[in-house]
């Protein structure tokens, strides 16, 4: 691990770390820990790059230890040494999100489609929290069945 002054880490996490509740480990301060994982997730709007990583180390929120301290640390430090990756979503300039799935199998078909459209409206919140306005996310899917379940008020 770098000191805190060094350069920024190459990666926010290797690929071989197996991050577990580490029960014999020494126990960090919650609070400071939770502020540090809050902090990292709302920046994944911006940097998807640390998502994963993030993801693992915000399950340890709970009981944190140093392990986990490290590995968040390691994503601070990899942030250090990438602020010029960023997802830049410009006010004003044209901006088209379009959703597609495509599922295979029946009612799944109809879970996939449903998952998408949650996440495709998530999107869309995020992108109105930078300025960015979209009016409608054109849907694109193959899902015959699905589409039939969605149009029959029966099964909705």
């Known amino acids: 691990m770098q000191s805190s002054g060094g350069k920024g880490a190459g990666h926010p996490m ?12 020494v126990e960090v301060y919650q609070t400071m820990y939770r502020g540090i994982i809050g902090s990292l997730l709302y920046l994944t709007a911006s940097r998807p790059d640390i998502l994963f990583s993030v993801g693992m180390c915000a399950r340890f ?10 590995a968040a640390k390691c994503i601070l430090r990899y942030l250090k040494g990438t602020q010029d990756l ?23 078909e109809y879970v996939v489609d449903a998952s ?3 996440q495709l409206l998530w999107i869309k919140q995020q992108l109105e ?3 960015v306005l979209t009016n409608t996310i ?14 029959n008020p029966v099964q909705h």
Not at 14 to 25: F, I, P, R
């Open 61 to 70: 929120q709970a009981a944190p230890k140093e392990y986990h301290l490290k």
């Open 116 to 118: 998408c459209c949650a």
């Open 86 to 108: 960023v997802l830049f979503y410009p006010t004003g300039d044209s901006f088209y999100l379009i959703g597609y799935a495509d599922g295979d199998y029946a009612e799944a």
């Open 138 to 151: 054109p849907f694109i899917c193959d899902n015959t069945s699905a589409m039939n379940m969605a149009k």
């Open 14 to 25: 290797s690929t071989n770390v197996k991050l577990d509740k580490d029960e014999d480990g």
């Open 129 to 131: 929290d930078f300025g």
